[in-house]
């Protein structure tokens, strides 16, 4: 076996076992860091594989502690980002998956895990496809993400959502605006990874609104 055989074979051994030791809320963060990787810094190519495999962790965490809103918030974020990697009829399936975790999140906590769930289920509804194979709903994604504005006005998250949302409604200047609060966001305590990747998805899509305004 080579080293790089060997390396890929502990990088998804680590993705699908599950912790076995440690409190919840130290589960939690290594399951964020992992996403963090695979989202960001993982090949396209292998980027379903390894959500799946960390979907199956995420399921197993929020079996464990059930009425855990943030568990279930943070396992609709994997499944959605496998949707995003996996494409094509089963994507759809995933996508409500999805949706499913997100909207029981927020029965749970009416902050929606400080508006990340909302971020999350937000999303969701301006990108996947309309009816009958999606439920696009472009007013609901509007008052799902000013929601997350709402409990976190100069966030990153909030901000680059609600930016990709104006500019995928076509209104481009009013996108610049949030894009660039996206930008200029304080970083957040322990997702190094995510603040550069994010950043990176929002400078690409300021630049793009800039030049449609």
Do not use: C
């Not at 439920?135 to 006005?153: T, V, Y």
């Not at 930008?183 to 630049?207: F, K, Q, S």
């Amino acid at each position: 076996m080579t080293k790089f055989s060997l390396a890929l074979l502990l990088a998804t051994f680590a993705l699908v076992a599950p912790a076995r030791a440690g409190s919840v809320e130290d589960e939690l963060v290594q399951l964020q860091r992992d996403w963090e990787v695979v989202r960001y810094q993982t090949p396209a190519a292998g980027r379903a594989r390894r959500f799946e495999l960390l979907a199956e962790r995420a399921r197993q965490l929020a079996e464990a502690h059930p009425g855990r809103a943030e568990l279930l918030s943070w396992e609709g974020r994997v499944v959605s980002s496998w949707a995003d990697a996996q494409g094509g009829l089963r994507a759809l399936l995933l996508v409500r998956r999805a949706k499913a975790l997100y909207e029981d999140a927020l029965r749970l906590d009416a902050r929606g895990v400080d508006g990340a769930a909302y971020d999350g289920l937000g999303a969701l509804y301006y990108r996947t496809l309309p009816w009958p194979l999606g439920f696009a709903d472009r007013e609901r994604a509007r008052e799902l993400l000013e929601k997350a504005l709402a409990l976190d006005p100069a966030g990153l998250e909030p901000n680059y959502f609600y930016g990709e949302f104006l500019l995928d409604s076509g209104r481009a200047a009013q996108a610049v605006d949030y894009l660039e609060r996206a930008m200029a966001a304080a970083p957040r305590h322990g997702h190094y990874v995510a603040d550069i990747g994010r950043r990176e998805e929002a400078r690409t899509l300021l630049e793009k609104a800039r030049a449609a305004r």
